[in-house]
């Protein structure tokens, strides 16, 4: 009963290539993350969506293309892959605990994608 | 902008009491927040402070000063399995977390 899955674990592929990794949470939050960690281990939000629809949409290139098709999944599909795309990627899922408890701070991680590009 | 500092690596020896320093700049505070996140896992939540003051849970408490702009966390007789790094994040104005870049803490027997 995994709260937060991601799948693929390991993916890797050439320049220029299109891939998808999916996202899936079990436990009813209502906002989905993903979130980019480089080499030097600094963890980057990209995305992040509340009940279906987009709520941050940081400055990522276009190439990443963020899909929802219920609360539950939040999906990344990156186009065009560079090597500077080649990083571990983590979903997370969060629900609203009101202002006195953070709001949304209280992230579930997923086990991570990590991608390397070649 | 937005800011948070926290010392790259920190070593520590087995038994021994560890502070890990976390500083942050950002528009607006709705509370601060530590992960812990092993070599190849991803994060997950250790505590949560939103007053000023120390939270303890276990071994490890976590403290903040708003007027200061600073929190820490205390971990006590460590142990190997706590070699981790150790993420500092804060909810701004807008609930959006702002991520330091975290603290490899390295155990030494």
């Known amino acids: 009963d995994t709260a937060v899955s991601q799948t693929p674990k390991y993916l890797v592929t050439q320049m220029g290539n299109d891939k998808s990794i999916k996202c899936e949470q079990n436990?009813?939050?209502?906002?989905m993350y993903w979130y980019k960690q480089d080499s030097k281990k600094f963890l980057k939000i990209m995305f992040s969506?509340?009940?279906?629809?987009?709520?941050i949409n940081e400055t990522v290139p276009n190439r990443f293309s963020p899909k929802s098709p219920d609360k539950a999944h939040l999906n990344l599909h990156i186009n065009s892959l560079e090597l500077g795309d080649s990083a571990v990627y983590f979903c997370?899922?969060?629900?609203?605990?009101?202002?006195?408890?953070?709001?949304?701070?209280?992230?579930?991680f997923g086990p991570g994608t990590r991608l390397t590009v070649l | 902008g937005q800011n948070i500092d926290q010392p790259t690596e920190m070593t520590a020896t087995e038994g021994a009491i560890v502070q890990i320093n976390c500083t942050y700049q950002?528009?607006?505070?709705?509370?601060l927040f530590w992960y812990q996140q092993h070599a190849g896992e991803a994060p997950t939540f250790l505590s949560y402070?939103?007053l000023d003051g120390l939270e303890e849970k276990g071994r490890f408490s976590s403290f903040l000063s708003r007027s200061k702009g600073y929190s820490y966390l205390l971990l006590k007789e460590l142990q190997m399995k706590d070699s981790a790094s150790y993420l500092c994040?804060?909810?701004?104005?807008?609930?959006?977390?702002?991520w330091g870049a975290g603290t490899k803490l390295i155990i030494k027997p």
């Open positions: 994040a804060v909810s701004d104005s807008n609930y959006q977390l702002i």
């Open positions: 402070n939103v």
């Open positions: 950002t528009s607006g505070f709705n509370g």
């Open positions: 436990l009813g939050h209502d906002t």
């Open positions: 997370a899922s969060s629900q609203d605990r009101g202002s006195a408890s953070g709001g949304w701070g209280e992230q579930f």
């Open positions: 969506y509340n009940n279906k629809e987009l709520i």
